[in-house]
């Protein structure tokens, strides 16, 4: 028998949110993330364009978004089209991998698991609309405890983590590593492989 309940709304940043205590997870210093870029862009790039995921929807701070791993960051960067068998080789050829080692602790929130309930969402800020998750970034940046970003599991691999962080934070980041995606083909070739997907 077909449900006859509503939708669920999408849950937008409750109004106690600044009242909340934020389930913040701690990233020690010498920690490191790795991030899948544009070559011609800074690794350490913070973007303020309003298009991406967690980006401030009034566009005044920075969101520079990194992953644990490089399999994440790939998912996240390169199969943002859904579905499609093949990734465009001049799209690869055009990105570069970077190593970033934390220099200072990092306070992020975790919005994933446990700490979804602790703040009165679900797993939709993640996976749904980016407007709806940018009203969360924005919520979370100007919270009282003023976190430097936060985690969450990537919508096209949920198994994986990623990392939205605030441009408050960009002098506790250090770029270790930076090479072109195709530098190592074998580490390409996994790639591929993992997301059976082929060069197009």
């Keep these: 028998m077909a449900s006859t309940a509503p939708p669920e709304r999408p849950p937008r940043p409750p109004s106690d949110f600044v009242r909340r205590d934020l389930p913040l997870e701690l990233v020690p210093a010498g920690s490191r993330f790795v991030r899948l870029h544009r070559t011609d862009l800074n690794p350490l790039f913070f973007g303020t364009a309003g298009a991406n995921r967690f980006d401030d929807p009034e566009r005044v701070y920075g969101v520079c978004y990194v992953a644990m791993t490089l399999a994440g960051a790939f998912a996240e ?10 990734v465009a080789s001049a799209f690869l050829a055009a990105r570069s991998v970077t190593t970033i080692e934390v220099t200072a602790p990092l306070r992020l929130v975790a919005v994933h698991g446990p700490g979804l309930a602790r703040i009165g969402a679900t797993s939709l800020v993640s996976s749904g609309a980016p407007a709806l998750a940018q009203s969360w970034s924005r919520a979370i940046h100007e919270h009282p405890a003023a976190p430097d970003g936060l ?33 190592d083909r074998v580490r390409l070739a996994a790639l591929l492989d993992r997301y059976k997907v082929g060069l197009g």
């Design 151 to 183: 985690l969450y599991r990537a919508s096209h691999d949920d198994s994986e983590m990623c990392g939205a962080l605030f441009d408050r934070c960009v002098d506790r980041l250090a770029p270790v590593q930076t090479e072109g995606l195709f530098a």
């Design 77 to 86: 960067t390169c199969l943002r089209a859904v579905g499609r068998q093949f």
